[in-house]
């Protein structure tokens, strides 16, 4: 089992009044999966995507990851722990808009400390394998959305990640361009085993996984 | 990853081109003032570094009942002590005595010349360069030269055991050239001299009694001397060998060190000033790179969270900001190098040189200064590195990521406290500087009591080498001007306003026993109605009563007040102890400000010296028609050029040499407009970045309001508004202070404006007009662009 949340609660004060964005949350992952989260907007399918990934915190219940006890872990370990385990895609890609598609994709590898004839060749490995080798020179904002959104998932993949978390990761992208990506996911989920959980508005994407997760008002239902 | 780091920084900075080169401006302006201000205070302190031992080294200064003090004792007193304490290791005289004449290679010239005792090296330990201490000043023709006037007469040649003819007559050995003195040291050397020569004058040993305090004295004290018991001592040797130590209050034991504060005091002020101004300066470019970084930190709030998640570290993103303002500050440091040695130091000089003396920068002996600026660049990248980071590094990641900070949260007036201390301290400047100008425009036109204006003021004390032939043409120029009918007046006398002696005598009005202590000076029949100062009672000079009017004397209205007198009927000046029927007080002119206007008008007195005796004159007034001025210094020139003089004849108009007393403040002003100048200019550039940072953040709201219909204006009010808001809050700050400050400097004026109201409201409207300028430029840049575009972000 990859991880588990056990009645995640997340809410905000507002006015005294407390307006629940995660309710009692149950989950479990298994490895390999590839889990879609659906619902309307407001319903916390980013909330969600997020406390996976331990860019935010829940106020009650348990959530284990890899058996290591994430609501007990202080922030440092936390940190470690997705930045070992887990990549990230993001509907607006989020690439750093300083630096070339190269440099985007040997950051990572940059803070996990790799040598760098090591960095080199993962890299070069990355344009190889997404077809975007004569793009490795050029500045995020020269790139077409698609490209840049392959250049993020190329950046979520090359620390070889054990989990992919995608919030829209086709939002932003025209039909064409999201077929392109969804077929890529696929293609990691069934070949390299990268358990995969996105979240998306469109059936259409939603059935590329293998489970359907529904929310509505922070509930499961 | 340091690599990366650099690459990076690069990079950003030249993203932001605009913003890089605005802040690399403020900089470099700004660290260059700051090390000009701090270079002069530098050269200050360490002015008097090459003087061993200067805290057992003090100074006698003589208070007087009356509350004046100055900084000479009697004569003997230093022998007397000598032979007394031998908690007193050394002691020497320090005399002015006029400049000698001295001669080499056919060449005359005349340099600073002061008279010591050969214990001089003893006390202050001034290194030589040729020569030693024990015995330089031993020998009586013998003198020692500073390094600058051994370079000027010899070169880089040693000149120990040459010779200079002094005075035409003495035949002077060369004994010892000291080591460079700074221009800002204590000591104003140029030749020294043994005192025993001194003593070969009988003019000055006339002087050198138990009544006359006109000796300075410097002592070196044993280390464990008790200075309170010692100065108890001296003042009891006072009290037992000084002819009337009635007036003497006490003497005072000075410690050398604070010399220059106390015989210069507005070096004190100037240095102080100097201190506050960098300060403040460096506290601008802080503030001002504090503001621009947290500006930019808005827009890299998604950045911080992307690196987060890609496993970055705090430390990381701070060494980044870091170095990319370590960059910035280390090219404006290189700059400011530049500016410094380039501009702003030759332009100190040109301000303060004249009165202080020119300073220069070498990179051997100033490197403290080279490590103090790294010092201080190190210090500001940190600070504006780090600081800025600090509030948005802890962000949560999930909201850093949206680019989303809660602004409204946040206290406008906390979150723009920096850009309030900003305008406070340059409104602050602006407010001193017009203060600053008011009262220099005071001070030269106010009414001084007499006629400054047409007045011509030759110098004459040039010293002749045929004093008959000279005083022959002299008489034959007299008789030409005052037949000229251009002429309206002309007048001999020893001082003109401006420039009178520092030369007092008390006496005493028997019938009260009242001690007055009085000013004095010589002058002839002609002084008073050439500039046109009324007598009050009595008479003015009389050249006809030649042999009698030697004894008669004009006191001024203040002197009249002292002594307690409502008439001079009957009254004459004595001297206490002094047999003699003193002198008769023929006159009393109105007070008028021989001083400039710092001082009160003090007692004063004019004793007669009939017009045609040139040497015991040193100027020539000559009150002439409007616009005839040129024709009548043609008229002088010729008549001086044909006599032979050691000095050249030099002349000015008496309203410029009156203005020209307040050289130094002027140069003060100038200091003051430029940091005003500077910090506003400072402000203006932090505040551009601010707005268009502003601007960016609020690029949909106006397209928003744009698209519901506001037009350009209204967004230009929106977008400046709040920042107008913070100049006048800073405004209200900087009020009372400068209000403050100012009013105690002018309290040191014995005539000064009064602070009005419109002085602070004309540096407020300055401050705001530029602020409104620049905030303007931007502002409608922003508010011009198209809402579509605006609005299709995302």
């Not at chain 2, 034959?476 to 520092?502: G, I, R, T, W």
């Not at chain 2, 300028?773 to 995302?794: C, D, H, W, Y």
Request: aromatic share 10%; hydrophobic share 45%.
């Amino acid at each position: 089992m990859l991880l588990q949340l056990r009645n995640i609660f997340k809410w905000v004060q507002l006015g005294g009044q407390r307006i629940f964005l995660l309710k009692d949350i149950n989950l479990e992952v298994q490895e390999g999966e590839f889990i879609s989260i659906m619902g309307p907007s407001g319903s916390g399918k980013s909330t969600l995507l997020n406390v996976i990934g331990m860019l935010d915190t829940f106020d009650e219940g348990e959530y284990d990851f890899l058996n290591e006890s994430v609501h007990s872990l202080k922030e440092k370990y936390r940190s470690n722990l997705y930045k070992e385990y887990i990549g990230f895609v993001f509907q607006s890609y989020h690439l750093l808009d300083d630096l070339t598609v190269e440099e985007n994709l040997e950051m990572p590898l940059l803070y996990k400390k790799i040598k760098s004839s090591e960095r080199k060749a993962l890299v070069a490995d990355m344009l190889d394998r997404f077809s975007i080798v004569g793009k490795k020179d050029l500045f995020p904002t020269q790139l077409s959305g698609g490209q840049q959104q392959l250049v993020g998932v190329a950046r979520a993949l090359i620390g070889k990640p054990k989990l992919i978390l995608a919030d829209e990761p086709t939002g932003n992208l025209n039909s064409q361009q999201s077929e392109e990506i969804m077929q890529l996911f696929k293609k990691l989920n069934k070949e390299e085993g990268v358990t995969i959980i996105q979240v998306t508005h469109s059936e259409k994407n939603a059935a590329y996984g293998s489970r359907i997760i529904n929310l509505l008002d922070g509930r499961k239902i | 990853m340091l690599k990366n780091h650099l690459k990076l920084s690069l990079r950003n900075l030249w993203k932001n081109r605009l913003l890089s080169s605005l802040n690399l401006l403020g900089l470099s302006i700004g660290i260059g003032s700051v090390l000009t201000l701090l270079f002069s205070v530098y050269a200050y302190y360490v002015a008097d570094a090459n003087i061993p031992n200067q805290e057992n080294i003090v100074y006698l200064k003589t208070h007087l009942t009356d509350g004046n003090s100055y900084n000479e004792v009697t004569y003997p007193l230093l022998d007397k002590i000598l032979s007394t304490s031998p908690e007193i290791k050394a002691g020497t005289h320090m005399h002015g005595w006029g400049n000698i004449w001295l001669e080499s290679d056919n060449k005359e010239f005349q340099k600073t010349t002061t008279y010591a005792d050969p214990e001089f090296f003893e006390v202050f330990g001034l290194p030589l360069k040729y020569g030693n201490q024990s015995d330089a000043l031993i020998e009586k023709y013998s003198i020692v030269l500073t390094d600058k006037v051994s370079k000027q007469l010899f070169g880089e040649e040693n000149p120990v055991g040459k010779n200079l003819i002094a005075a035409d007559t003495l035949n002077l050995n060369i004994t010892g050239v000291l080591e460079p003195i700074s221009p800002y040291s204590s000591f104003r050397l140029g030749v020294l001299l043994p005192n025993t020569i001194l003593e070969d004058n009988p003019i000055f040993i006339r002087q050198t009694n138990w009544d006359n305090s006109f000796s300075p004295i410097f002592l070196k004290l044993d280390e464990k001397a008790d200075v309170l018991q010692f100065q108890k001592k001296v003042n009891q040797l006072v009290v037992e060998n000084y002819a009337d130590p009635r007036t003497i209050s006490r003497i005072e034991l000075m410690p050398y060190e604070e010399m220059r504060m106390d015989t210069v005091p507005v070096a004190k002020i100037i240095i102080n000033g100097n201190i506050a101004a960098a300060f403040f300066v460096l506290l601008i470019v802080l503030v001002n790179l504090l503001n621009l970084n947290t500006s930019t930190m808005f827009r890299r709030t998604k950045d911080i969270a992307v690196r987060k998640i890609l496993g970055g570290t705090k430390k990381g993103v701070i060494v980044q900001f870091c170095l990319e303002n370590g960059i910035l500050v280390l090219l404006s440091i290189l700059i400011s190098g530049g500016l410094f040695l380039g501009v702003l130091l030759p332009k100190m000089n040109d301000v303060f040189g004249a009165d202080f003396g020119e300073i220069s920068f070498s990179f051997s002996n100033d490197y403290p200064v080279i490590l103090g600026a790294i010092a201080l660049g190190i210090l500001v990248t940190l600070i504006v590195g780090v600081l800025p980071t600090l509030r948005f590094i802890s962000l949560p990641i999930s909201k850093g990521i949206k680019g989303k900070i809660d602004s409204a949260k946040s206290n406008f007036l906390l979150r723009n406290s920096f850009v309030i201390l900003q305008f406070t301290i340059a409104i602050l400047f602006i407010c001193v500087a017009i203060i600053l100008n008011s009262q220099i425009g005071f001070m030269k036109s106010a009414d001084l009591g007499f006629d400054r204006e047409n007045v011509i003021a030759a110098n004459i004390d040039l010293d002749y080498k045929n004093i008959d032939a000279a005083k022959s043409s002299f008489n034959a120029l007299l008789d030409e001007l005052k037949a000229n009918p251009y002429v309206e007046n002309v007048s001999a006398s020893q001082a003109v306003p401006s420039d009178y002696y520092f030369n007092y005598s008390t006496f005493y009005d028997p019938n009260t026993d009242v001690d007055v202590r009085i000013r004095r000076s010589y002058a002839d029949d002609g002084y008073l109605k050439t500039l046109k100062i009324p007598m009050a009672l009595g008479r003015d000079f009389d050249a006809t009563l030649d042999n009698s009017e030697s004894k008669s004397v004009i006191i001024n209205r203040s002197a009249m007040k002292a002594f307690g007198w409502t008439s001079i009927e009957g009254k004459r000046l004595n001297y206490r102890n002094d047999d003699s029927d003193g002198f008769a007080i023929v006159g009393v002119m109105e007070d008028f400000n021989y001083q400039d206007l710092q001082n009160s008008v003090e007692p004063l007195v004019h004793y007669y010296n009939d017009e045609k005796d040139l040497a015991h004159h040193r100027y020539l007034s000559v009150r002439v028609m409007e616009g005839k001025e040129k024709e009548i210094q043609n008229i002088m020139n010729a008549a001086f050029s044909k006599v032979n003089s050691r000095k050249s004849f030099s002349q000015e108009l008496l309203s410029q040499k009156v203005s020209g007393q307040y050289r130094l403040i002027e140069g003060m002003l100038k200091t003051v407009n430029v940091v005003a100048m500077m910090t506003i200019f400072i402000s203006c550039l932090g505040m551009f970045g601010l707005i268009s940072f502003m601007a960016k953040r609020r690029i949909k709201e106006i397209g928003i309001r744009k698209v519901l219909g506001a037009g350009v204006l209204k967004i230009v009010v929106l977008l400046s508004k709040d920042y107008i808001l913070l100049v006048g809050i800073g405004a209200l700050i900087a009020f009372p202070i400068a209000w403050y400050v100012m009013n105690a400097w002018l309290g040191s004026f014995a005539y000064s404006i009064s602070i009005q109201w419109w002085m602070f409201v004309l540096a407020a409207v300055i401050a705001i007009l530029i602020t409104a300028f620049t905030l303007g430029i931007q502002a409608v840049k922003s508010a011009m662009v198209n809402p579509v575009k605006s609005l299709r972000t995302e």
